[in-house]
């Protein structure tokens, strides 16, 4: 991959005043209220625009519990509401759980059989044991064939579950949650709500790797770009329109480097092994839950396979970049990326989706 003027265009980025994230950066002029918070291992930066300091001051407060309640419920690896289901689930039981909580679980069951199974956050297992429960990168060796064949033979699936009001229970003890690849997309979600409720109109969220938008930024729409994954840049922007979430999941967020392999944080099911040969997936649509989860889906369906798993999550724009480097994208993502700074970084290639994918049938469970 030969480098692509990474000085010129990190000039560019800065002049034009580009907030700093994670896998996207919003583009815009003088602030308004901005307040930033720690969530899901990640900063996450609110920006409100024409509504007084107070009003604002007093919606980012509702935001701050509620950011904290979900890292706190959510999180994967500490101890709380996820952990003790995950317990409970290890040991045959069912379990209760709080309304919020049961509607994530069945919103990731749906997009988990969307997605047959690449997106599936049942398998948080396999992602322990690469060492990705951990607010730091990994170290050390990858785990050993023996216990990779073991999850895999213990196929933990979200179908397993069957969610019934608040009670949740699975028939397999082998499934382990961790919903690490679509909390964040399903955070700024709630946060909408919040913001509306609080008589938001106009708001930008980013959160390392996902943007979500209410409304618009006055008389232009606020507009992020999508970084390079292999250099200081980006490779284009994005104007959203209100209410629409772009997410970004890709192989340079966590990951850790043995003997000359990169290892994703984003596990294959398939394999129980990190997946490979794509270095970022970039998903818009009208909600963060199914941007996020469409991107991780996406991201270990590959170069080959990810325009079925698209069709069938119902999403269709999405730009995938590859190892070597090059760019795939949608038509409904080619109309809407923007080239910054006179161009992308490597021609486009422009990837139909099919329209006679069968969708997968979920039942409710
Ligand atoms: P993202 O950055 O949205 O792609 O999410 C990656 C995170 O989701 C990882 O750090 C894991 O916690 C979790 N994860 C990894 N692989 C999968 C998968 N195949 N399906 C669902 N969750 C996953
Ligand atoms: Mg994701």
Redesign the pocket.
């Known amino acids: 991959m030969t480098l692509r003027g990474s000085l010129a265009r990190a000039a560019l980025v800065l002049a034009a005043g580009l907030a700093l994230a994670g896998g996207v950066r919003v583009l815009r002029p003088a602030p308004d209220i901005t307040e930033t918070f720690y969530v899901f291992g990640t900063l996450l930066e609110v920006e409100t625009r024409g509504v007084p300091e107070a009003q604002a001051r007093d919606a980012m407060a509702v935001l701050g519990a509620h950011f904290r309640q979900m890292h706190r419920d959510w999180h994967?690896w500490a101890p709380g509401k996820l952990e003790s289901l995950n317990a409970a689930i290890a040991a045959g039981k069912p379990f209760e759980v709080d309304p919020a909580l049961a509607k994530l679980l069945a919103q990731g069951r749906e997009l988990a059989c969307r997605s047959n199974g690449?997106?599936?956050?049942a398998?948080g297992g396999m992602?322990e044991v690469w060492g990705?429960h951990a607010d730091t990168p990994p170290e050390g060796d990858p785990p050993a064939e023996a216990v990779l064949a073991r999850l895999l033979a213990g196929a933990p699936k979200m179908t397993d579950l069957t969610i019934a009001g608040t009670t949740v229970r699975s028939s397999n003890p082998a499934v382990q949650l961790?919903l690490?690849?679509?909390a964040?997309g399903a955070a700024l979600d709630l946060a909408e709500e919040d913001l509306q409720a609080a008589g938001i109109r106009d708001a930008v969220l980013n959160a390392g790797?996902g943007v979500q938008v209410l409304g618009d930024h006055g008389a232009r729409p606020w507009r992020v770009a999508i970084r390079d994954p292999f250099e200081w840049g980006v490779v284009g922007a994005v104007s959203l329109r209100p209410g629409e979430a772009l997410?970004t999941?890709g192989n340079y967020?966590?990951y850790f480097d043995k003997g000359g392999i990169r290892f994703s944080?984003?596990?294959?099911?398939r394999t129980a092994r990190p997946m490979r040969g794509v270095v970022s997936v970039s998903v818009l649509s009208d909600s963060g839950a199914l941007s996020?989860a469409a991107?991780?889906a996406l991201?270990?369906a590959g170069e080959k396979d990810w325009p079925r798993i698209a069709a069938q999550m119902g999403v269709t724009a999405v730009l995938m970049i590859t190892d070597d480097g090059s760019m795939l994208a949608t038509p409904a993502m080619m109309d809407r990326l923007e080239p910054v700074a006179g161009g992308f970084p490597a021609p486009i290639t422009v990837v139909d989706l099919p329209k006679d994918v069968a969708i997968p049938v979920c039942p409710a469970g």
């Open positions: 994967a690449l997106f599936d956050p398998v992602v990705f961790d690490g690849a679509y964040k790797g997410h999941s967020e966590r944080h984003i596990i294959d099911p996020d991107a991780t991201s270990v």
